[in-house]
């Protein structure tokens, strides 16, 4: 390709001919063992791919290295790969001395600016490599779940992702010219912006720095055809560009009528100033490093510009999928890279194909976690649909598991909390048993004042919002506001397993350093700190930041009625937006002060009215023939049933499937069956005929959320006439096969009233019917096993609930 233009930099061009002989200087400074590492640890520049392509023509294997990484962050990588050799600039050299002073290994640096290169005129295809099973690169990832790990890719997997965007789907040409704008030591842009590109024959931009202005020059100066970004570049820029569509009435019209025709010639028509102000040459723009957001790509599409988003990840060089132009599916990742087989496995994408790698450097079991039987195991969530087309749902890792057995997909509930214009960023974790968010508010979009601060903004009109409009499950309990970017890594992932760390610096830094010392203040905050084994702040809202549930909201009713002579029932509570309000209103309306422990016992012995269901003849008729049936259809075996004491008692069984209650019903003696009884949530009996049948087979209706109260009141009465209760403790059915958080509510109803419980082990019941089936599957082992029952003795709530729960633990793991 001669005197052809290979890079640019600035003002200056390099000619093919003058970087493979920059190449050969580079590669003369140094002498390594066949196969052994040299790392590179310097700004993009032109430097950094002459150090690159050395390595490969010495027979090494390149290992970037952030440049922007911490001398601690540097050693780590230092430390697991030995490299005999490092690349550096100028200005890196003082963190890589102190990198390797932290790493305690001995090895040549070579200092980039130091090397006098000479005019000279080389052939690229001087590098040959006879064997491409070798490594090439060792990559390591950019920790977004904690140490990060070196991937080993051969030239084979490069190649891979070479022959399918450059051969196959020919986004690259020799008539390309690609800006080089994201940091190199990522896979994403080192085969995007340098490796394909040059491979191909095209040119190269490197951006002089990030600054927006040297970028522009750069894609106007270039006439740059292909863009690499990542979502957030593309959020911004789109973010520029439609301020100045918004501020004009005519703008926003022809955006509106663009949006209708979708037309790419009118588009570019419409919109030739902004596509000037990229360069007026832009073919693709290509997206990659996270999910792009539908609405990002569809206003992209509008303008006329054509995004091409792609997924993937370092362990698969990178591309998996990639979209082709002209096919374009607007929140979808595109179509498997030719020679790709994708398939879902339990909901999690795998793959097989020649660029998944070749595993973890030194890290044979963290190899084996992923690789399986030559399947990649990404633990990304998703499908692919009927015309080939990727859709992600969600990262497997990231989702959280809440104490009722409920999966939250934590990205589900930002991306709905970022719809906001008052939120520019958001984190979601679980920790304390509840949902919490990290927040960097807009502050351009808050209209803030004195009387109303960025707190109480935020709190009322986006968390109570986004509260309102989700399932009770998903609820923000409590939330952080910080002015600090998220953390992320340098393609811009949030780096979720640091967000607990980050909120709780965050909260230390914006602590008040004055507390209320009135009595009621101190009394109610350490009454709750007991309770949820926390500090207390005057700023926290009894829900969404201590996460107060329905137990716990009886419970402070009880308290505050006790203590203070206040009523305030749970629903009324909440309107009080924080602790110190709360505590201030209960200090003007006491009429007395006389703390007390909440009296459970108390409360069970309230008279409250209550009518027990008929029991028909048919309901144990029906539960006989249950038992029958579930004998035909599965291998069903009971057992224990001499451990249910003559007198009154609570059967507590593990949460399994849909037929659990039935499962433990069938076996019980017919005089058994009429005196027991189940509960059910009101929200699940809503209709007339289902009323009927639950008030004629021993079926309680409760309302749990509005009233857990009298709820519970309602359970002791049933357990004060001497009849039996079955209580789930998990309060859900299982989504895994384990065994969920129990809640304390039937250790109370047990401690209080001096009530056995008989806990029940249920083993196969997921297997036969899991959560979001339909249909049992047949012959499967169904076990239930009646325990010796749990007497409460001098246990405490908790301690109860631990005892019953330990019994069923043991039960199914030495069954």
Not at 1 to 11: C, D, L, Q
Not at 356 to 361: A, D, T
Not at 427 to 437: C, N, W
């Amino acid at each position: 390709m001669g005197n052809k233009t290979a890079i640019t930099y600035g003002s200056d061009y390099i000619s093919y001919s003058r970087l493979t002989g920059n190449i050969e200087q580079f590669a003369d400074q140094y002498n390594i063992s066949k196969g052994a590492r040299v790392a590179i640890f310097m700004e993009n520049r032109p430097e950094w791919v002459y150090a690159f392509y050395s390595v490969w023509k010495n027979g090494g294997i390149a290992v970037p290295i952030d440049y922007l990484a911490t001398p601690d962050e540097v050693a780590f990588i230092l430390n697991d790969c030995q490299p005999e050799v490092i690349f550096t600039s100028a200005g890196s050299l003082p963190v890589i001395k102190e990198a390797i002073t932290k790493a305690a290994i001995d090895n040549q640096i070579i200092l980039a600016d130091e090397i006098t290169l000479q005019q000279e005129k080389s052939s690229i295809n001087d590098i040959e490599i006879a064997d491409k099973t070798q490594t090439a690169v060792i990559i390591y990832t950019s920790g977004t779940t904690g140490s990060p790990k070196g991937v080993m890719l051969s030239f084979n997997n490069l190649m891979a992702n070479i022959k399918g965007v450059a051969h196959d789907i020919k986004i690259f040409t020799s008539a390309s010219r690609t800006l080089m704008l994201l940091p190199l030591h990522h896979i994403f842009p080192l085969m995007g912006t340098m490796i394909i590109p040059l491979y191909a024959g095209g040119s190269v931009a490197i951006s002089p720095s990030m600054a927006s202005e040297d970028i522009i020059k750069t894609l106007q100066d270039n006439k740059i055809t292909i863009l690499l970004g990542v979502p957030r570049l593309y959020a911004a820029i789109r973010k520029g560009i439609k301020d100045k569509i918004n501020a004009s009435a005519v703008a926003r019209l022809l955006f509106s009528i663009a949006g209708k025709l979708n037309s790419p010639s009118f588009s570019k028509t419409i919109f030739k100033a902004a596509h000037q102000k990229m360069g007026g040459h832009l073919k693709y723009l290509v997206s990659g490093g996270a999910a792009l957001d539908p609405e990002v790509a569809r206003d992209y599409q509008i303008l006329g510009f054509e995004v091409l988003e792609g997924y993937g990840m370092t362990e698969s060089a990178p591309m998996i999928t990639f979209t082709r132009p002209g096919r374009v599916l607007i929140g979808s990742p595109g179509e498997a890279l030719p020679g790709t087989i994708i398939e879902s496995i339990d909901g999690e994408i795998t793959i097989k194909g020649p660029q998944i790698m070749q595993g973890y450097y030194n890290r044979p079991e963290e190899t084996d976690k992923v690789l399986k039987e030559g399947r990649l195991f990404t633990g990304d969530l998703g499908h692919v649909d009927q015309k080939g087309y990727l859709f992600i749902t969600g990262r497997k890792k990231e989702i959280i598991v809440l104490s009722n057995g409920k999966n939250v997909n934590p990205s589900e509930l930002e991306t709905k909390l970022e719809d906001s214009p008052l939120v520019r960023e958001c984190g979601v974790f679980f920790k304390d048993d509840m949902l919490q968010a990290v927040i960097v508010p807009e502050k351009s979009a808050i209209g803030q004042t004195e009387e109303q601060k960025i707190e109480d903004i935020i709190r009322w009109k986006v968390i109570d919002v986004f509260n309102q409009q989700v399932s009770s499950y998903k609820k923000i309990m409590r939330f952080h506001l910080t002015d600090q970017d998220l953390p992320r890594t340098r393609l811009s992932k949030l780096q979720r397993f640091k967000l607990e760390d980050f909120a709780l610096e965050e909260e230390k830094s914006t602590e008040p350093r004055v507390l209320p010392d009135f009595e009621e203040y101190k009394m109610i905050t350490d009454y709750l700190s007991r309770e949820k084994g926390r500090d207390v702040l005057p700023h926290y809202h009894l829900e969404m930041d201590l996460g107060l549930d329905s137990l716990d909201k009886v419970g402070f009713e009880t308290y505050l009625n006790q203590t203070f002579g206040v009523k305030i029932d749970p629903v009324e509570m909440l309107r009080f937006n924080n602790v110190l309000l709360l505590a201030e209103h209960v200090r003007e309306v006491k009429t007395k002060v006389d703390e007390q422990k909440i009296n459970w016992r108390a409360i069970l012995r309230e008279k409250v009215p209550l009518q027990l269901p008929k029991t028909w003849a048919t309901g144990s008729i029906m539960v006989r023939l249950s038992r029958l049936f579930f004998h035909s259809y599965f291998r069903f075996n009971a057992r224990g049933m001499k451990n249910i004491p003559e007198g009154p008692c609570i059967i507590a069984p593990n949460h399994q499937s849909f037929f659990d209650g039935l499962f433990v019903a069938s076996y019980l003696r017919t005089r058994q069956i009429k005196k027991t009884y189940f509960y059910a949530k009101e929200k699940h009996v809503k209709t007339p005929w289902l009323k009927f049948l639950a008030n004629r087979n021993n079926i309680i209706i409760m309302d749990l959320n509005n009233d857990l109260k009298a709820s519970i009141q309602k359970m002791a009465e049933v357990l004060k006439r001497n009849k039996n209760l079955i209580i789930f403790p998990e309060g859900t059915r299982t989504k895994n096969g384990q065994l969920g958080q129990f809640k304390k509510t039937f250790a109370i109803l047990s401690r209080e009233l001096n009530i056995p419980v008989v806990p029940v082990s249920i083993r196969g019941a997921f297997e036969a019917l899991p959560k979001g089936s339909f249909f049992p599957k047949p012959f499967k082992k169904v076990d239930i096993e009646f325990l010796k029952p749990v007497y409460p003795g001098e246990d405490s709530y908790d301690s109860l609930a631990v005892r019953v729960k330990e019994q069923i633990q043991y039960n199914l793991k030495s069954s």
